[in-house]
């Protein structure tokens, strides 16, 4: 049986290491700079939600660009 998790990518320490957690059939959602961080590497989240005080304006673009879904509080 193989269960689908939602992934929390938030701003802080994120490096290669969180990337290796994702697995086929994860949910990703980022968090301000972490929505980012997954756009960085190449991924796009599943939903992106926050303030995005933490990044630039043409980051932001990306972000809305980038993600599935987004949302901003």
Sequence with gaps: ?????????????????????????????GVDRGAYFLIE?????????GDFDSVTHSQLARIKEESKEYCIL
Excluded: H, V
Aim: charged share 15%; proline share 5%.
């Design 1 to 29: 049986m193989t269960q689908n998790r939602t992934l929390i990518f938030s701003g802080g320490n994120l490096g290669s290491w969180a990337l290796k957690k994702i697995a086929p059939g994860d949910f990703l959602l």
């Design 41 to 49: 590497n190449g991924i796009s989240p599943d939903m992106a939600i």
